[in-house]
């Protein structure tokens, strides 16, 4: 078979060149058009960081951990497993204990946000800074920010007669007891295996005596 041209092509040949031809025809024209990047969506968020008002214009997507470490450079929230589960992008958001990794930047518009960074400084620690460097509670490091940001929520959250699947009586004051502690702090993963150091160092800065 020849086709208007005088080009010789196999009847199974222009089976399939039809067929193609008529698929393509009925394709949506957005379909068939050529691809281009997408454009991000930019936002303006504002939130309050260690105390100080910080605005940002940042691509929608963007984590809140991204937000700290990349845009206003506070380093000392580490990216671990970027998926919630070993705690060392722990910060403080208006007073509660958050993974920072699964958040978006965007939802905190508003929010009082306390990172490692804003707990204390060189000469002026937080207690629980200070009990991480008296009972050695790290070795390696990475995840102590994570680790002292979630301890000293995590006080405050027994403080304020929030249970735990540990709480004995659910509708009574939690007490501040090495189990609470295991408990509450078993989202924060430490791979050097600190653990007994670092709840030595939330013990004292509780002022439990168990």
């Known amino acids: ?11 199974r040949e222009f089976l399939i060149t039809g ?12 379909l068939t058009a050529q691809p281009s990047a997408a454009r991000p969506v930019v936002s303006k968020v504002s939130f309050r960081v260690n105390g100080t008002l910080r ?23 580490k990216k671990g497993c970027d998926h919630g589960q070993c705690g060392a992008c722990t910060v403080i958001v208006n007073g509660r204990r958050m993974v920072s990794c699964l958040t978006l930047a965007v939802m905190h518009e508003g929010d009082a946000i306390t990172t490692i960074e804003g707990l204390g400084k060189p000469g002026n620690l937080h207690p629980m800074q200070a009990a991480f460097v008296k009972h050695d509670g790290y070795q390696c490091g990475y995840c102590t920010p994570g680790q002292i940001c979630s301890a000293v929520a995590m006080l405050d959250e027994i403080k304020a007669g929030i249970p735990s699947h540990a709480s004995v009586d659910l509708t009574a004051q939690p007490q501040p007891t090495v189990v609470e502690f295991r408990e509450r702090m078993s989202g924060n993963i430490c791979r050097c295996g600190a653990y007994s150091n670092i709840v030595d160092a ?3 800065v509780s002022g439990s005596k168990t």
Do not use: F, N, Q, Y
């Open 1 to 11: 078979m020849e086709d208007s041209s005088g080009i010789k092509i196999t009847r």
């Open 19 to 30: 067929a193609t031809s008529v698929a393509a025809a009925t394709l949506p024209s957005d």
């Open 55 to 77: 605005e940002l214009d940042l691509d929608t997507r963007t984590t809140l951990l991204d937000a700290l470490r990349e845009h206003l450079h506070l380093t000392g929230s």
């Open 202 to 204: 939330i013990t004292e």
